[in-house]
């Protein structure tokens, strides 16, 4: 339906890369997911009312929230399409983002007050009135929602949103909910037995849960994640694909995300330092606007020259490099230039891992000077501490 309805709907709806387009998917499936919460809510209401389950009204009220929920991030999309202005220049799609956080707060505020009913209904049971009605209500909604994971999935990974894929997940989780309600239901009808209360106290705990990760990950990016590893590694073989042409090396890779369709880098590109500074900086604009046309991001590259052919400097660039490696294996340096005074004085960035603490970085750098003035006859040392911004390789 939602491949049919994109059809009709959307102009050019396979330009995924097109905002526009990215936001008319993000608008077309919180629309159909508005339209089918309801109708499941309103389904499970009135088969919870009329044999009075908590289970299936605490299910039905779950289908409520997640109508609001599909409401906010509608709103939250056609928002997010918002074009830049002179108050929000770099546009307003992290709206969707705080859009995504106000659904989670939501959904966490409904899972308590469903765990309060739940555990109400466990201490005063009453007997519920199970028929075949109930029944049926509750494999359609399973069914549903099933639907609905498979559709806001397929589009999640067609338009690349983590909130889509968000809202894919709560729905599967949903299914599973109201799977162990229908299982409550089956085992009242067959037997008698009352556990209504204890699987209501399930279901809000399955709200609960996907309230916590829907928080999670709209948060994240608002407080500032590192990148993406498979965009890093796009970043750096379109950047090193140049070597023909002069790039010698990449560090200091830092993006920042403004939200979908939204994302900035700044990076380090090493170059020869007797290279022709024209046909370098030409190069590196060709980068930029290769960065821009094919990851639809803003690009601003630093040009670092790098000594190639000064014998005594490679010499201690790689004692340096030996030395640094053998304190630890994780710590990496660039930058390296040499300063031929007597003693040498050797310049370089220190790369150090994110778990290292300051009493670390401090031991490494006391060591790292000790060892390189024993190297080469009281050589001393400029070193800066350099963290990254990538996520650490598992």
């Given at each position: 339906?939602?491949?049919?309805?994109?059809?009709?709907?959307?102009k050019n709806n396979?330009?995924?890369?097109?905002?526009?387009?990215?936001?008319?998917?993000?608008?077309?499936?919180?629309?159909?997911?508005?339209?089918?919460?309801?109708?499941?809510?309103?389904?499970?209401?009135?088969?919870?009312?009329?044999?009075?389950?908590?289970?299936?009204?605490?299910?039905?009220?779950?289908?409520?929230?997640?109508?609001?929920?599909?409401?906010?991030?509608?709103?939250?999309?056609?928002?997010?399409?918002?074009?830049?202005?002179?108050?929000?220049?770099?546009?307003?799609?992290?709206?969707?983002?705080?859009?995504?956080?106000?659904?989670?707060?939501?959904?966490?505020?409904?899972?308590?007050?469903?765990?309060?009913?739940?555990?109400?209904?466990?201490?005063?049971?009453?007997?519920?009135?199970?028929?075949?009605?109930?029944?049926?209500?509750?494999?359609?909604?399973?069914?549903?929602?099933?639907?609905?994971?498979?559709?806001?999935?397929?589009?999640?990974?067609?338009?690349?949103?983590?909130?889509?894929?968000?809202?894919?997940?709560?729905?599967?989780?949903?299914?599973?909910?109201?799977?162990?309600?229908?299982?409550?239901?089956?085992?009242?009808?067959?037997?008698?037995i009352q556990i209504?209360?204890?699987?209501?106290?399930?279901?809000?705990?399955?709200?609960?849960?996907?309230?916590?990760?829907?928080?999670?990950?709209?948060?994240?990016?608002?407080?500032?994640?590192?990148?993406?590893?498979?965009?890093?590694?796009?970043?750096?073989?379109?950047?090193?694909?140049?070597?023909?042409?002069?790039?010698?090396?990449?560090?200091?890779?830092?993006?920042?995300?403004?939200?979908?369709?939204?994302?900035?880098?700044?990076?380090?590109?090493?170059v020869p330092a007797?290279?022709?500074?024209?046909?370098?900086?030409?190069?590196?604009?060709?980068?930029?606007?290769?960065?821009?046309?094919?990851?639809?991001?803003?690009?601003?590259?630093?040009?670092?020259?790098?000594?190639?052919?000064?014998?005594?400097?490679?010499?201690?660039?790689?004692?340096?490099?030996?030395?640094?490696?053998?304190?630890?294996?994780?710590?990496?340096?660039?930058?390296?230039?040499?300063?031929?005074?007597?003693?040498?004085?050797?310049?370089?960035?220190?790369?150090?891992?994110?778990?290292?603490?300051?009493?670390?970085?401090?031991?490494?750098?006391?060591?790292?000077?000790?060892?390189?003035?024993?190297?080469?006859?009281?050589?001393?040392?400029?070193?800066?501490?350099?963290?990254?911004?990538?996520?650490?390789?598992?």
């Amino acid at each position: 339906m939602i491949s049919l309805l994109a059809k009709i709907w959307i102009k050019n709806n396979q330009d995924v890369k097109d905002p526009g387009v990215r936001q008319a998917y993000g608008v077309l499936c919180g629309g159909v997911g508005v339209f089918l919460n309801i109708c499941l809510f309103i389904g499970k209401f009135l088969a919870g009312f009329f044999s009075g389950s908590i289970a299936v009204t605490a299910d039905a009220f779950n289908n409520l929230s997640d109508a609001g929920s599909s409401i906010i991030t509608l709103v939250g999309f056609k928002m997010a399409g918002q074009k830049p202005d002179s108050d929000h220049p770099f546009g307003h799609g992290r709206i969707e983002y705080l859009s995504g956080f106000l659904v989670a707060v939501i959904i966490l505020i409904m899972a308590f007050e469903l765990l309060k009913s739940s555990v109400d209904k466990i201490i005063h049971p009453e007997p519920i009135d199970t028929g075949i009605l109930v029944i049926v209500v509750l494999a359609v909604s399973i069914l549903v929602k099933i639907y609905m994971f498979c559709y806001n999935k397929s589009v999640a990974k067609k338009i690349d949103s983590a909130a889509m894929d968000a809202t894919a997940m709560d729905s599967l989780s949903d299914s599973v909910a109201t799977t162990v309600v229908l299982i409550a239901t089956l085992v009242s009808f067959f037997s008698g037995i009352q556990i209504d209360g204890y699987c209501g106290v399930i279901v809000a705990l399955f709200v609960g849960m996907t309230g916590f990760q829907a928080a999670k990950e709209t948060i994240d990016p608002l407080l500032g994640q590192p990148p993406e590893p498979a965009f890093v590694k796009q970043v750096r073989e379109i950047v090193m694909s140049y070597q023909k042409q002069g790039v010698l090396g990449i560090h200091d890779l830092v993006v920042h995300n403004y939200g979908p369709g939204r994302v900035m880098l700044s990076v380090h590109v090493e170059v020869p330092a007797e290279g022709d500074i024209l046909h370098m900086h030409d190069m590196i604009d060709n980068i930029e606007h290769r960065l821009h046309r094919e990851l639809n991001c803003s690009a601003v590259i630093h040009m670092d020259p790098v000594e190639l052919h000064d014998a005594e400097e490679l010499r201690l660039k790689e004692k340096t490099e030996h030395i640094i490696k053998a304190l630890d294996s994780k710590l990496s340096f660039h930058d390296f230039r040499l300063v031929k005074t007597t003693p040498v004085n050797l310049i370089f960035d220190l790369l150090v891992p994110a778990e290292y603490t300051q009493k670390d970085t401090d031991r490494v750098l006391h060591q790292l000077m000790q060892l390189i003035s024993e190297m080469e006859n009281g050589a001393t040392c400029v070193i800066t501490v350099d963290h990254s911004f990538e996520a650490p390789e598992e």
